[in-house]
């Protein structure tokens, strides 16, 4: 814990090696061989971030340090990850050895970051908003516009986009008769359940980054469409999802997932 802080709302110890090798995205690949090539998902928020040679990043909530690994592969002249889960330390360094890398993993609090001011061009945080409470993440983003220099860019990525299983998952199972009985009231998992205590929509997300001072926000609708929530015999459920996905004005209950991005 973060010397004045009160604990942290979901603790460090939840996020062990398993959470990191059985859950966090990326783990077949990872699990296979940490030099392998990596997740084609790191690859992407990079791009997204516009990444260029030299710059520094900071990777807040790093897990098991995939995105320093490619980022200094890409030309960064330093990396840092900052992880409060001494599992996720020490598999990140795991990492960054295994792809012959220079990037640093440190043990820290996202919510007091053991580096200057106006240290990295661009922040990232990749599946770590849901991971917050809203206190927590308005400390977080507040540290990463601290560590950003002027006109530094944060990237952040967030899953679920909560819509998908408040409205869409939920009318769904009242819409037809019987669903109510073979649909589980909760689509969440067990991890997502003690896990994710922030999840986010748009509107919420962009407020947040608003709030912690952050200018030209956008966020974003992703890729992912996450019918597997439906019940597999349910087939005009899970087609309904991609339909709503598919149509911009149906868009926020079909999309599972948000980036978003602000300049400090």
């Known amino acids: 814990m973060a010397e004045g802080l009160p604990d942290p709302v979901v603790p460090a110890d939840a996020y062990d090696e398993a959470y990191y090798r059985e859950w966090a995205m990326g783990y077949a690949e990872y699990n296979a061989d940490p030099g392998a090539p990596i997740h084609g998902t790191y690859a992407y928020a990079l791009q997204r971030a516009r990444l260029a040679a030299g710059e520094t990043l ?6 098991r340090g995939e995105l320093l690994a490619l980022a200094m592969q890409s030309g960064a002249a330093r990396a840092v990850g900052l992880e409060y889960s001494e599992a996720a330390v020490a598999l990140a360094r795991q990492t960054v050895a295994a792809h012959g890398v220079g990037a640093e993993v440190l043990l820290a609090d996202a919510r007091a970051v053991p580096l200057p001011d106006a240290t990295a ?15 927590e993440l308005h400390r977080a983003l507040g540290e990463a516009r601290r560590i950003l220099k002027p006109g530094g860019r944060l990237l952040a990525h967030t899953f679920p986009n909560r819509l998908v299983y408040d409205v869409t998952y939920r009318l769904q199972r009242l819409a037809v008769p019987g669903r109510a009985r073979r649909w589980p009231k909760e689509p969440r998992g067990e991890v997502e359940k003690s896990m994710h205590v922030n999840e986010q929509t748009r509107g919420s997300l962009a407020r947040a980054l608003r709030d912690a001072g952050f200018g030209q926000v956008e966020v974003a609708f992703g890729e992912l469409i996450l019918d597997q929530i439906v019940p597999l015999e349910d087939a005009r459920a899970r087609t309904l999802v991609h339909r709503l996905a598919a149509h911009r004005l149906t868009r926020p209950l079909g999309r599972a997932d ?7």
């Open 121 to 135: 061009d661009l922040v990232t945080m990749l599946d770590v908003v849901e991971h917050l409470s809203p206190e």
């Open 258 to 264: 948000l980036w978003a991005s602000g300049l400090a």
């Open 58 to 63: 900071v990777d807040v909530g790093t897990g």
